[in-house]
């Protein structure tokens, strides 16, 4: 049996890949930085582990002795922003995760990216075809981290593939984003401010994301693939979108709220790559993930 150890495994793409990869039949190991109650849950064994300790890294890869690492850990916590400093110590923590993933005879490894890494573009994004010119410090530093573990891999024989997720929305996801934030201003009756809604984006559900992870982690595909719709949407369509299912239309401000530095104002992703080299498949529309997040938020409260 493959053994999986998926990092950072309490987050948003964590925690939603877990049951996925137990669904396809891998061991899974998982960490998180917090205090864990239940070593063993769900046929998932968990370990609590800071990423930043190189020492704590090595003696939990020794241990555990994965054939695949799923590397979904980045502190992306309320108040960082993408131009914080706090991106900076991610490069060392993932060359620290692939250094003991080798030296340990690990096999596959699959650490998130982000369309961030893309930068300013005006057209659908293309793997290696498409010029990566990061705008944001975020970007910069997930593009550093790829490169380096690009080398790496090809000096020392590891297979490796780095999805470069774009827009996605589904349940765990912070309730500041904006998905979640109009579903649960409209259940509470609150007014909802935000940009304009002209932003022309690429959306997943999550499932579909973390099924591709699965996907990658299975197969060979090396490098950096886009994991994305690649269909447009205009995000004022999504927002209006949820608050008809919701009868809340009433609630909408649109440009009461500036955009922020780096937000996009195009990013769509050709997602070619990865539907002809592994077989992946959008499952969930955007409207039938609107639903299904609606009731989850609304069965939690």
């Known amino acids: 049996m493959n053994k999986v150890l998926v ?12 049951q996925m990869l137990k669904s396809r039949g891998f061991e899974v190991h998982a960490t998180q930085l917090k205090p864990i109650q239940h070593r063993e849950k769900e046929g998932i064994r968990w370990y609590q582990a800071d990423l930043r300790d190189k020492n704590q890294i090595h003696q939990l890869i020794e241990k555990v002795k994965p054939t695949h690492l799923l590397h979904a850990a980045w502190n992306m916590e309320p108040g960082i922003q993408l131009s914080s400093e706090h991106h900076c110590e991610w490069v060392d923590i993932g060359m620290n995760l692939i250094e003991s993933f080798a030296h340990f005879g690990g096999k596959r490894f699959v650490a998130i990216g982000s369309a961030i890494e893309y930068g300013p573009v005006t ?18 530093i997930k593009l550093e981290l790829q490169l380096k573990i690009d080398s790496f891999c090809k ?41 304009h809604g002209n932003q022309i984006l690429d959306y997943l559900y999550v499932d579909d994301v973390v099924n591709a992870f699965g996907f990658l982690l299975e197969g060979d595909l090396e490098g950096p693939v886009n994991v994305s719709s690649g269909k447009p949407i205009q995000l004022k369509d999504i927002i209006i979108n949820i608050a008809k299912k919701m009868d809340g239309e009433h609630l909408l401000r649109f440009g009461t709220r500036p955009t922020s530095e780096h937000d996009p104002m195009y990013l769509v992703g ?13 499952k969930v529309s955007i409207e039938e993930g609107i639903v299904k997040l609606i009731k989850i938020i609304a069965e939690s409260k």
């Open 7 to 18: 990092t950072g495994a309490s987050g948003f793409l964590g925690y939603n890949s877990v």
């Open 123 to 140: 057209s659908i994004c293309v793997e290696n075809k498409t010029q990566v010119r990061p705008d944001s410090l975020y970007g910069k």
């Open 155 to 195: 000096e020392n024989g590891i297979s490796y593939a780095w999805p470069r997720v774009f827009l996605l929305f589904g349940p765990k996801e912070n309730p500041k984003r904006i998905v979640p934030y109009v579903i649960r201003s409209i259940m509470e009756n609150k007014i909802i401010k935000t940009s």
């Open 270 to 282: 050709d997602n070619t790559l990865l539907k002809t080299k592994t077989g992946w498949q959008q």
